[in-house]
């Protein structure tokens, strides 16, 4: 029996999985990328022994998967001549689960950061492990001398929290 050229229901599934597994495929790329990127800055930071200032601004930080974030955490945590770290605009409290853990580590190990700029990067909204790991990071590391949190709408923070803020500066 012919239906005339409609198709059935049936018929749509293969080409939804199609659909499926190109996507699947697309993101694949696009992970192995970021990650090829992500070693590639990591490389840069650990071969170029005078670099004083990074600006990661409005990188789309959050979208870097964890294997990433390992590499540049390590390649900054390693570096004794980097004095400022931007991070503007990068929304920390969408980053993979473990990252800002990752990020507060290369803060609190990067001992020659004094200027640290995390402005608009939604930190109200971090979870409290990532608030406790970031504000102890700060805290921890004497050699920071500035740093930026404008628009980050902290306002709604709890008491907690800003005690951890205010011992961090």
Do not use: M
Request: net charge negative.
């Amino acid at each position: 029996d012919d239906d005339g050229g409609a198709s059935s229901s049936d018929d749509d599934e293969p080409e939804e999985a199609t659909s499926d597994a190109a996507f699947d495929a697309r993101h694949t790329r696009t992970l192995e990328r970021a990650i090829t990127a992500a070693r590639a800055v990591a490389r840069a930071i650990e071969q170029n022994t005078s670099i004083a200032k990074l600006w990661l601004s409005e990188n789309n930080l959050d979208t870097v998967s964890l294997a990433s974030w390992q590499f540049l955490s390590g390649a900054l945590s390693g570096n004794a001549t980097l004095t400022e770290l931007r991070l503007d605009r990068n929304e920390l409290d969408q980053f993979p689960e473990g990252t800002v853990h990752l990020l507060a580590k290369a803060i609190e190990e990067t001992s020659s950061i004094a200027v640290l700029s995390i402005a608009r990067t939604n930190l109200g909204a971090l979870s409290e492990t990532g608030w406790v790991a970031l504000t102890r990071a700060i805290e921890r590391n004497a050699s920071i001398t500035a740093i930026n949190l404008s628009g980050n709408k902290l306002g709604a923070l709890a008491q907690a929290q800003w005690g951890l803020l205010a011992r961090a500066i």
